[in-house]
Structures are given as structure tokens and as C-alpha cells.
């Protein structure tokens, strides 16, 4: 994917973190997704603004050629976090409203959006930039925190600290970055291809330039007008299958 991308040459891959023991509230695999974030945002310094991509993820077919001139604009912005894909529960009609609404004018217009993280994101770490001005603040929030009494995963926390003002977060939207859907999760809600896969849909609606499977149950929402009531339909068979 980075080769396809000409990005090999400046990447790196972190090794993931494992542990035997789990942080206080989360499973074995959340926590080892959680480590592993922490410790390469602990690892980062003021140099330079750091792409941090999960094992999972899909980019949109120019993400190589974009990235550059993205990090230029990010580090004369006061934003401390980019996230380049989030997650949209299934269930957050309103929102999902809003941004297949914002989909069709960005298809009319070629416009895309920074939206605020406060209130936009929702959760989702398989894409995001640490801008170089704002390391040593993201640092210090990680380090303010007592995880022997209580653990969020990463995304949770950022959604946290986006919310309470303590760190500035913006989406770029549509989406530079994906779930990759022919993998599988370790997560715990999506062990099962099929839900993988489905999860994976959800996302990718809303990558830039990402052309939905013939299969893809989210297929009608892009090809209608958004509406509550496609969004509903798309909930039913999300539900159907998550419980196959």
C-alpha cells in the first residue's frame, strides 16, 4: 500500500505493543491498541509532524500525493490533531445525515471540509497526524493520566479531550484514510469477517474517491438522496448481519 503510494521511503513500522496484562476496564486487545498508540505518540518529537496509519487501514488513491501539502497547511494551523477517517456508529442517524449531506455538495463542488472534532468525531485511530507544533501538549495530556484507576482507548480519549477543549482536533473530510475491509479485527465487536467487512463499509462511504462493492448494503445511500429514512435501512441490515 505505501509502495503503491511511493510512501515507502518515508515510513515506518512501529511494532505494535503486547501485554499480558490488561489497563483497568479494557479487554487484552483493546489494550495493546491503546499501547501501542501511546507509546509511538510518546516516541514523537518536535521535528516533524507525524502520519500515524493503523495496520488496517486503506488510503484514498492520491493519499501520496496529498499528504505533503496537507502536513504544510496543518503546521500554520492551530490544530494539534488531524484525523484523516473516524467511525460513525451505525446508529447516529443525525450525524450520518450530515455528512452524506456534505458528501453531495463536496460531489457538486469538489470542496473539501476541516469540520471541527467538537462535535464531529466520534471514534476511530486507523488515520491521524500529530501536528510537530502541538507534540510536547499531546505528550503532556498522556502523561496527566492515571491509567492504574481508569483506561479509555485511545480514540475514546481523544474524543474526550476534543470535547472538553483540551486538545484541537479537526476531520478532514471526505476521508484521506479507510478501514482496509478484507482484513479481520482483533477488536471485540468485530471478530467476524462479515461484521469486519460491514464496519469497514460504514467508513469507507465516506473516503474520498472510494467506490462502494456491487454488494455493499451501503451502496443505495450514495446513489439516493440522503434521507433518515435510506440511513434506517442501512441500520436494519447492519443489525441483521452484526448478529448473524
Given at each position: 500500500m505505501l509502495i503503491k503510494q511511493r510512501l515507502d521511503n518515508y515510513s515506518e513500522r512501529f511494532p505494535g505493543v503486547l501485554s499480558s496484562n490488561t489497563l483497568n476496564g479494557m479487554s487484552i486487545s483493546e489494550t495493546g491498541c491503546f499501547?501501542?498508540?501511546?507509546?509511538?505518540?510518546?516516541?514523537?518529537?518536535?521535528s516533524e509532524s507525524t502520519v500515524i496509519l493503523e495496520d488496517d487501514v486503506c488510503l484514498c488513491a492520491d493519499f501520496g500525493g496529498r499528504i505533503q501539502n496537507l502536513i504544510a497547511k496543518l503546521e500554520s494551523m492551530d490544530i494539534d490533531i488531524l484525523i484523516l477517517g473516524q467511525t460513525v456508529p451505525y446508529h447516529n442517524l443525525t450525524k450520518h445525515a450530515k455528512l452524506l449531506s456534505l458528501l453531495g455538495k463536496y460531489k457538486e463542488n469538489g470542496k473539501r471540509f476541516l469540520l471541527d472534532a467538537n462535535p464531529h468525531y466520534s471514534y476511530g485511530t486507523f488515520g491521524y497526524i500529530v501536528n510537530r507544533n502541538s507534540v510536547i501538549k499531546v505528550k503532556d495530556v498522556l502523561n496527566g493520566l492515571d491509567f492504574s484507576r481508569s483506561a479509555k482507548q485511545m480514540d475514546e480519549l481523544l474524543g474526550d479531550c476534543f470535547r472538553q477543549g483540551v486538545l484541537k482536533g479537526r476531520i478532514i473530510f471526505p476521508y484521506l484514510a479507510g478501514v482496509e475491509?478484507?482484513?479481520?479485527?482483533?477488536?471485540?465487536?468485530?471478530?467476524?469477517?462479515?461484521?469486519?467487512?460491514q464496519h469497514a463499509e460504514l467508513v469507507n462511504i465516506y473516503l474520498d474517491g472510494y467506490l462502494p462493492s456491487p454488494l455493499s448494503s451501503w451502496e443505495k445511500i450514495i446513489s439516493e438522496s440522503p434521507n433518515l429514512h435510506a440511513l434506517e435501512i442501512c441500520r436494519s441490515i447492519y443489525l441483521t448481519l452484526n448478529h448473524e
Open positions: 499501547l501501542s498508540h501511546h507509546s509511538l505518540i510518546m516516541s514523537l518529537n518536535t475491509p478484507s482484513l479481520e479485527s482483533t477488536m471485540f465487536d468485530r471478530t467476524a469477517a462479515r461484521n469486519h467487512a
